[in-house]
């Protein structure tokens, strides 16, 4: 765009208009400079390691001949919440800063020059995911009068509090076994008092897995739009390669605890406890080798620093750190912390 209106050869600072300057320096191309083979590797490395610890706190939580004491679970759940504020600060926040922020060149063209919008969007995002947790909840209490109330979390944590269900029942409710064999010899018999709260039992824990499933798809879908992009620019960096291939796999496996920590504490009904938060996990862990494949497909032709590649990555980072710091806070820090 602006980058070939000025020849910084021939600049007069004095003159020159700053945003023309400061787009100039900002545009440094494509930047691909080989290796194919290494950014290969990246993508399968990536997709074994970031998958493999994503797996660990659902595998902590659910396997039990693993063994994996309490405490470990309870580290790696809270070390966990911690990556997710994290990321939604210093690895979020800030790069949108420095793609749409005032100081770019995208931030000093145009409307984009009105107003400081990376914090506007990051506050527009928190708006709409409280909004659609509030609708959400009152949508349950409404139809079916029920309303959520967390667990004990040593009860989240270890699943002791109920041994006929791998989920957490918001407000216990003691059977009579005897009275429940009875009931089921007699069919005709006139449904009786246990009934009713077992079913009602039943309904909690239904709405409390669908109030946190939802929950948990915000926060992934936030994380994976983040993966998407540094995909794509691990495969077209240049000497930053070297540097970025590591950090990226500490840094994708980080996040993949948080989403194993978060998705290990959802009380899957039995239909979708042996699949579905497997299934989760495998789909974190894709996301970044198929950015990165899309990007090597691209290496020649994508520019990670166009104004329209900032533009795009600045909203997606603005938004996705909107969705982590309140997925973070409210979530699960206020959740993990107040019981």
Same mark, same amino acid.
Request: net charge negative.
């Given at each position: ?9 021939? %600049? ?25 083979? +290494?950014?290969?590797? +990246? ?37 966990? +919440? ?15 800063? @420095? ?11 145009? =409307?984009?020059?009105?107003? @400081? ?29 029920? &309303? ?11 699943? =002791?509090?109920?041994? !006929? &269900?791998? #989920? ?32 009602? #039992? ?15 798809? %915000? ?6 739009? !983040? ?9 077209? %960096? ?14 994708? #496996? ?10 290990? $504490? ?16 495998? $789909? ?14 691209? =290496? ?5 620093? @166009?104004?329209?590649?900032?533009? %795009? ?7 996705? +750190? ?16 107040? &019981?």
């Amino acid at each position: 765009m602006a980058a070939n209106a000025i020849n910084p050869e021939l %600049v007069n600072l004095t003159t020159a208009d700053p945003t023309q300057v400061i787009c100039a320096l900002d545009a440094s191309g494509n930047d691909y400079d080989g290796r194919l083979g +290494a950014r290969i590797s +990246a993508l399968f490395v990536i997709l074994i390691v970031s998958t493999a610890v994503t797996f660990f706190p659902v595998a902590a939580k659910r396997v039990r001949w693993l063994k994996i004491p309490l405490y470990v679970y309870l580290f790696a759940r809270y070390f966990g +919440a911690g990556v997710i504020v994290a990321t939604a600060f210093i690895h979020l926040l800030d790069p949108a800063y @420095s793609e749409i922020g005032p100081q770019t060149c995208v931030g000093m063209t145009g =409307r984009w020059a009105q107003y @400081s919008w990376p914090p506007a969007i990051v506050l527009v995002s928190v708006t709409v995911i409280f909004l659609l947790d509030l609708g959400a909840e009152r949508y349950v209490e409404a139809k079916y009068g029920v &309303h959520h109330h967390q667990g004990n979390l040593e009860d989240i944590a270890t699943s =002791r509090a109920h041994t !006929h &269900h791998d #989920s957490i029942t918001p407000t216990p409710i003691s059977h009579d076994d005897q009275a429940l064999e009875r009931k089921a010899t007699e069919p005709y018999q006139a449904m009786s008092e246990e009934t009713v709260d077992l079913e009602k #039992s039943t309904l909690i824990q239904e709405n409390a897995f669908r109030t946190q499933f939802a929950a948990f798809l %915000v926060l992934e879908f936030g994380v994976i739009f !983040h993966s998407v992009v540094i995909g794509l620019n691990l495969g077209v %960096v240049g000497s930053e390669f070297n540097t970025l291939y590591p950090v990226l796999v500490f840094h994708q #496996s980080f996040e993949g605890l948080g989403i194993g920590a978060r998705m290990s $504490a959802i009380p899957f009904p039995a239909r979708y406890k042996n699949w579905l938060p497997w299934f989760l996990c495998t $789909a974190y862990g894709l996301t970044t080798p198929i950015a990165i494949a899309i990007g090597l497909g691209l =290496r020649t032709r994508y520019d990670p620093n @166009s104004f329209t590649a900032n533009v %795009v990555s600045g909203i997606l980072d603005s938004i996705s +750190a909107g969705i982590l710091i309140f997925t973070g806070l409210v979530e699960l820090l206020a959740i993990y912390f107040s &019981h």
